[in-house]
């Protein structure tokens, strides 16, 4: 079946960094443009970071651009975001995104579970 696991939250202080992973099973991941969202509680989901099939093309949410990083590596089926200037504000749940083909932001196929991220001042 299909799974994406989310790996490499956790609490940090402002400043630090941390690179999420997530590992996807179940479909051709070279075939998926893969995205990551953040969502905290009492908000709605938001796009944080996409890239390619290939990883030739990212696209970023202004809030993180300049500090975020995507990549992907196909020949492990695992997508990265290296978190760098963390800030208090990036608290939230970071969750995995993949869709098949182009991205689309609102098509997504499927999602992970999401991991932690606290970041304290």
């Known amino acids: 079946q299909v799974q994406l696991v989310e790996s490499g939250g956790g609490s940090v202080q402002a400043g630090d960094s941390l690179r999420l992973s997530c590992a996807a099973s179940?479909?051709?991941?070279?075939?998926?443009?893969m995205g990551w969202f953040r969502q905290v509680p009492g908000k709605a989901r938001e796009f944080v970071a996409a890239?390619?099939?290939?990883?030739?093309?990212?696209d970023y949410a202004g809030s993180v651009k300049g500090r975020f990083t995507i990549s992907r590596d196909n020949a492990k089926n695992t997508m990265y975001l290296q978190m760098n200037s963390l800030k208090p504000e990036d608290t939230a749940v970071y969750y995995c995104?993949?869709?098949?083909?182009?991205?689309?932001?609102?098509?997504?196929?499927?999602w992970g579970l999401g991991t932690q991220v606290t970041v304290s001042s």
């Open positions: 179940g479909f051709t991941f070279s075939m998926y443009s």
């Open positions: 995104a993949a869709r098949y083909g182009v991205w689309v932001p609102t098509g997504v196929n499927y």
């Open positions: 890239i390619s099939v290939r990883g030739g093309g990212t």
